[in-house]
C-alpha cells in the first residue's frame, strides 16, 4: 500500500444556549478541508492530547499551527482507534485519559472495527449527544469511571 494522509483541523468553538462558553473542537478529514465537506468525525479534545494519543498509537504527524497532517502505511486502522479515542475522550475526565488509551489499545481488531462504525455512524446521522451516547455504552462495557 502507498503512504496516505489524513488531516485533522483544531479551532475554538462557541458552545451553548445560555451558559456560552468556548470549547477546543478537533475535525478529521480524508484530505485538506473543502468548505461545504462535512469531516469524517468531530470532537472536543485539545491539540496537546491528540498529540498525546496520536503518539501513544505510533501515528505519525507533522504539527501545522492549526491542523495536523498524519501519514504513513495503513493510517486508516490506527486511525480507527484514534476514533473510538477521541469520541470517548471528550466524555472523562483529564486523569483517566491514560487508562482509556489502554483500554483502546488492548482491542483486538474485531472490537475496533465495532467501536469504529458505531462512533462513525452516531457522527455522521446525527449530532454529539449521539457520539456520546456510543461513549457511555463504550464506557460502561470497559468499566471506565467518569470521574
Same mark, same amino acid.
Given at each position: 500500500?502507498?503512504?496516505?494522509?489524513?488531516?485533522?483541523?483544531? #479551532? +475554538?468553538?462557541?458552545?451553548? #444556549?445560555?451558559?456560552?462558553?468556548?470549547?477546543?473542537?478537533?475535525?478529521?478529514?480524508?484530505s485538506?478541508?473543502?468548505k $461545504?465537506?462535512?469531516?469524517?468525525?468531530?470532537? +472536543?479534545?485539545? #491539540?496537546?492530547?491528540?498529540?498525546?494519543?496520536? +503518539?501513544?498509537?505510533?501515528? &505519525?504527524?507533522?504539527?501545522?499551527?492549526?491542523?495536523?497532517?498524519i501519514?504513513?502505511? &495503513?493510517?486508516?486502522?490506527k486511525?480507527r482507534?484514534?476514533?473510538?479515542?477521541? $469520541?470517548?475522550?471528550?466524555?472523562?475526565?483529564?486523569?483517566? $485519559?491514560?487508562?482509556?488509551?489502554?483500554?483502546?489499545?488492548?482491542? $483486538?481488531e474485531?472490537?475496533?472495527?465495532f @467501536?469504529?462504525?458505531r462512533?462513525?455512524?452516531?457522527?455522521? =446521522? =446525527?449530532?454529539? @449527544?449521539?457520539?456520546?451516547?456510543?461513549?457511555?455504552?463504550?464506557?460502561?462495557?470497559?468499566?471506565?469511571?467518569?470521574?
Amino acid at each position: 500500500m502507498s503512504e496516505m494522509q489524513r488531516i485533522i483541523v483544531f #479551532k +475554538r468553538k462557541k458552545i451553548g #444556549k445560555v451558559y456560552k462558553r468556548y470549547v477546543d473542537n478537533m475535525k478529521i478529514y480524508f484530505s485538506y478541508p473543502v468548505k $461545504g465537506i462535512k469531516p469524517l468525525f468531530e470532537a +472536543r479534545i485539545s #491539540k496537546e492530547t491528540a498529540k498525546i494519543a496520536l +503518539r501513544h498509537f505510533n501515528i &505519525n504527524f507533522d504539527d501545522k499551527d492549526k491542523f495536523l497532517i498524519i501519514s504513513g502505511e &495503513n493510517i486508516d486502522e490506527k486511525l480507527r482507534r484514534f476514533i473510538i479515542f477521541s $469520541g470517548t475522550r471528550q466524555t472523562v475526565s483529564e486523569l483517566l $485519559g491514560r487508562s482509556l488509551l489502554e483500554v483502546i489499545t488492548s482491542m $483486538g481488531e474485531i472490537e475496533v472495527l465495532f @467501536w469504529y462504525s458505531r462512533f462513525i455512524n452516531a457522527y455522521e =446521522g =446525527g449530532s454529539y @449527544w449521539d457520539v456520546y451516547r456510543v461513549a457511555k455504552s463504550l464506557k460502561l462495557l470497559y468499566r471506565i469511571q467518569t470521574k
